[in-house]
C-alpha cells in the first residue's frame, strides 16, 4: 500500500505537467494497474489489480478516487457474502458496519415514551425478530477514515406473541386487540411481518492499536412491510385469523449501533405507530439485539 500511495505522489505532478499533451498517466506496482486521468481542475486516480480467471489474466478495479479543488472523494459499493474468506483489510480503509446478521428483542409500546398498550402482554423471550444485510456501502467524509455516510440493504422477519387470551383481529375496517370468548382455547398468538429495510447511518470509527475498529454510528432506517399475519395456535396447529391489519406499508425508525471489530449491539424505534391513524391501536414497534458483521 505504501508503494501505491508513492506511485500516485509521483504520478499527480506528472499528470499536472502533462496536462498540455495527454490526459491519462498509468504506472504498474506490484501487479496494480494505477491510472490516472485528468481534465480541467479534476483528477481521477483508478486502481486495478491482476486476477487469474481460467486461463487469462484480467485486471479487476479495487478503487476510484477523485480529487477536486484540493479536496478527495473515494466511493465503494459492495455486495457481501457470508462465510467467504475475504483479503486482509488495509488498517486505512473506512470499513462500513451495516452487512451482517443480526437478531433481537422486539417491543410494541403505546407511545414514544415507552408506555405499556392496554390488553398487550408480549412474551419477550418468544418476541423478536432476525434479519440479513446482504449489501452495504459507505462515502468516507474525513481524510483521516473516522466519519462516514454508510447504506445498506436487507430481509428480515418480526414476531410479537401475545400469551394473555389476546389476539390482534379486524372488523368494520378498524383493527383491535381482542380476547377469544366463547370459542377454542389457545395456546398463544402472535403478530408477525416480513420486512425490507433500508439503513442510512453516519458513523464513527478508530482503529485500536492500528487494528480492529471501534465503531459508532446512528440514523434513520426506511422499512418497508408486507405479509402481516395474525396467528393463533390450538392444539399445535397455527391459523391465520386476519391479514393486512391496517398496517402502515412504510415505516421509518430511529437505529443505533456501537460495538468492535465485527460484532455489535443495537436498537432501533418506529417514528410513528405501526397501525395507520383511526384505523388500529396506537403501538410503536422497538427492538434491541446483538449484530455480526461479516
Known amino acids: 500500500m505504501r508503494k501505491i500511495m508513492f506511485s500516485l505522489l509521483l504520478l499527480l505532478p506528472l499528470a499536472l505537467i502533462a496536462q498540455e499533451t495527454t490526459k491519462e498517466s ?14 480541467s481542475n479534476k483528477i481521477k486516480v483508478k486502481v486495478y489489480e491482476e486476477t487469474v480467471k481460467g486461463d487469462t489474466i484480467e485486471n479487476d478495479q479495487i478503487f476510484e478516487g477523485v480529487y477536486l479543488d484540493g479536496q478527495s472523494t473515494e466511493r465503494r ?8 474468506t475475504k483479503k486482509p ?8 458496519h451495516v452487512a451482517g446478521l443480526y437478531i433481537g428483542y422486539s417491543r410494541l409500546y403505546s407511545n414514544m415514551a415507552f408506555g405499556k398498550p392496554d390488553n398487550l402482554d408480549l412474551q419477550l423471550s418468544k418476541s423478536w425478530e432476525i434479519g440479513f444485510n446482504l449489501f452495504e456501502g459507505a462515502i468516507p ?20 406473541r401475545q ?15 381482542d380476547i377469544l370468548i366463547g370459542g377454542p382455547v389457545y395456546d398463544y398468538s402472535r ?26 454510528s446512528a440514523g434513520a432506517e426506511v422499512e418497508v412491510r408486507y405479509a402481516v399475519r395474525s396467528k393463533v395456535n390450538i392444539d399445535d396447529k397455527t391459523t391465520t ?10 415505516g421509518i425508525n430511529f437505529l443505533a449501533q456501537a460495538g468492535y471489530s465485527n460484532i455489535g449491539f ?29
Open 266 to 294: 443495537y436498537a432501533r424505534y418506529s417514528t410513528y405507530s405501526l397501525f395507520e391513524k383511526n384505523k388500529g391501536p396506537e403501538m410503536y414497534p422497538f427492538a434491541m439485539g446483538i449484530c455480526w458483521h461479516w
Open 141 to 160: 467524509l474525513t481524510r483521516d477514515r473516522h466519519w462516514a455516510i454508510t447504506t445498506g440493504l436487507g430481509w428480515g422477519y418480526t414476531s410479537f
Open 89 to 96: 483489510k488495509s488498517r486505512y480503509r473506512f470499513e462500513p
Open 26 to 39: 498509468t504506472v504498474y506496482v506490484d501487479g496494480q494497474k494505477i491510472v490516472v486521468k485528468r481534465s
Open 77 to 84: 459499493i459492495a455486495m457481501t457474502i457470508p462465510f467467504v
Open 191 to 216: 403478530l408477525r411481518y416480513n420486512f425490507f429495510r433500508l439503513p442510512v447511518s453516519l458513523e464513527w470509527q478508530k482503529r485500536i492499536n492500528g487494528r480492529k475498529p471501534l465503531f459508532v
Open 241 to 250: 385469523v386476519a391479514r393486512d391489519l391496517n398496517t402502515h406499508p412504510v
Open 163 to 177: 400469551n394473555n387470551g389476546f389476539y390482534f383481529d379486524e372488523s368494520d375496517g378498524v383493527s383491535h386487540n
